[in-house]
């Protein structure tokens, strides 16, 4: 227990103290990313996006959450998530991934919120989001990505999704307004938790409307250039999904974003126009991290869960 506590506090204490300059950061801060191209980018890229404004601090998302109710409603919103699948507990994979999130966080118009990356346990391929600062990504996705800049442009995306309150405007939508305030304020705890797992359940199933997945994309695609990686990065992984057998794994991607040839061909007709920098992609780095969250069995085998003659587990209850 104690040991398992030390390092977890080492983990937080790093990715909190200047650590995070370690590893993929530092790679990126060296790579003299021309802030300048991008920044022009996003004229051609996103002509009629807010974003723009957004950064230069002269529009705020249309939402009415305070902070910290909306903090609160991702706390609940991540519950119901880690509900489905426990947090895969990798010290090192953990501050990986938080490492390239919060790098791209930091790139955003809000760097302070307090920022959390975790890892799902599933061979599941999805990535979530929810309102506050928290962006999860399976283990089954992890494996099918080729490099950083397909990470990169996965978090981004998610990143994208809590900046502009997509869930946190999904959620008042779906009627989240008096069980939220109600919980900030402590009144009936458990009825508003579980009224609030319901809706959050609701719309993690459903999905967010088709225009908020492209507004993420094409603010991902930035949101990823803007931090120093190759813009391509999340159209490879279009490119994957559309390439992949809707198998299990896949299912509940597929069927709460649009078509994945549809997000490429909205993504393509801009980026012909648009002249990103060439960014990092850094594959070597990446394949450590696919390392540390390998399944013994491949994981193309994986989500399935065909009953399989393995050798009894030492592990088995007797
Ligand atoms: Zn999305």
């Given at each position: 227990?104690?040991?398992?506590?030390?390092?977890?506090?080492?983990?937080?204490?790093?990715?909190?103290?200047?650590?995070?300059?370690?590893?993929?950061?530092?790679?990126?801060?060296?790579?003299?990313?021309?802030?300048?191209?991008?920044?022009?980018?996003?004229?051609?890229?996103?002509?009629?996006?807010?974003?723009?404004?957004?950064?230069?601090?002269?529009?705020?998302?249309?939402?009415?959450?305070?902070?910290?109710?909306?903090?609160?409603?991702?706390?609940?919103?991540?519950?119901?998530?880690?509900?489905?699948?426990?947090?895969?507990?990798?010290?090192?994979?953990?501050?990986?991934?938080?490492?390239?999130?919060?790098?791209?966080?930091?790139?955003?118009?809000?760097?302070?919120?307090?920022?959390?990356?975790?890892?799902?346990?599933?061979?599941?391929?999805?990535?979530?989001?929810?309102?506050?600062?928290?962006?999860?990504?399976?283990?089954?996705?992890?494996?099918?990505?080729?490099?950083?800049?397909?990470?990169?442009?996965?978090?981004?995306?998610?990143?994208?999704?809590?900046?502009?309150?997509?869930?946190?405007?999904?959620?008042?939508?779906?009627?989240?307004?008096?069980?939220?305030?109600?919980?900030?304020?402590?009144?009936?705890?458990?009825?508003?938790?579980?009224?609030?797992?319901?809706?959050?359940?609701?719309?993690?199933?459903?999905?967010?409307?088709?225009?908020?997945?492209?507004?993420?994309?094409?603010?991902?695609?930035?949101?990823?250039?803007?931090?120093?990686?190759?813009?391509?990065?999340?159209?490879?992984?279009?490119?994957?999904?559309?390439?992949?057998?809707?198998?299990?794994?896949?299912?509940?991607?597929?069927?709460?974003?649009?078509?994945?040839?549809?997000?490429?061909?909205?993504?393509?007709?801009?980026?012909?126009?648009?002249?990103?920098?060439?960014?990092?992609?850094?594959?070597?780095?990446?394949?450590?991290?696919?390392?540390?969250?390998?399944?013994?069995?491949?994981?193309s085998e994986a989500p399935a869960a065909a009953p399989k003659k393995t050798k009894k587990s030492k592990k088995s209850p007797a």
């Amino acid at each position: 227990m104690k040991t398992k506590l030390l390092i977890s506090l080492a983990v937080a204490s790093a990715v909190m103290s200047g650590c995070v300059t370690d590893g993929a950061t530092d790679a990126l801060k060296n790579t003299n990313v021309n802030r300048d191209q991008v920044n022009k980018a996003v004229d051609t890229f996103m002509p009629d996006s807010g974003y723009k404004q957004a950064l230069k601090g002269a529009v705020e998302a249309t939402h009415t959450w305070t902070p910290e109710e909306e903090r609160q409603l991702g706390t609940n919103m991540s519950a119901v998530l880690l509900g489905a699948s426990p947090l895969y507990k990798n010290p090192q994979a953990e501050r990986y991934v938080n490492e390239v999130g919060l790098w791209i966080a930091l790139q955003t118009t809000q760097p302070d919120l307090p920022w959390r990356f975790g890892i799902l346990d599933t061979p599941n391929v999805n990535a979530f989001a929810a309102p506050g600062g928290y962006v999860f990504i399976t283990r089954g996705l992890l494996l099918r990505l080729h490099n950083e800049s397909e990470l990169a442009g996965v978090l981004a995306h998610e990143i994208t999704h809590v900046i502009n309150h997509h869930h946190a405007n999904a959620m008042k939508k779906r009627g989240a307004t008096d069980v939220v305030a109600g919980l900030v304020q402590q009144k009936s705890g458990s009825a508003n938790t579980a009224a609030l797992g319901n809706l959050a359940k609701g719309l993690y199933s459903s999905g967010l409307d088709k225009s908020d997945e492209y507004d993420a994309d094409r603010n991902g695609v930035y949101l990823a250039a803007r931090a120093g990686y190759s813009a391509y990065g999340l159209p490879s992984v279009l490119q994957m999904y559309a390439s992949t057998p809707q198998d299990a794994g896949l299912q509940l991607l597929f069927a709460t974003h649009p078509d994945p040839n549809a997000r490429l061909d909205a993504l393509n007709t801009a980026m012909d126009k648009t002249n990103f920098p060439k960014g990092v992609e850094d594959a070597a780095r990446f394949k450590q991290l696919q390392k540390l969250v390998q399944y013994e069995a491949p994981a193309s085998e994986a989500p399935a869960a065909a009953p399989k003659k393995t050798k009894k587990s030492k592990k088995s209850p007797a």
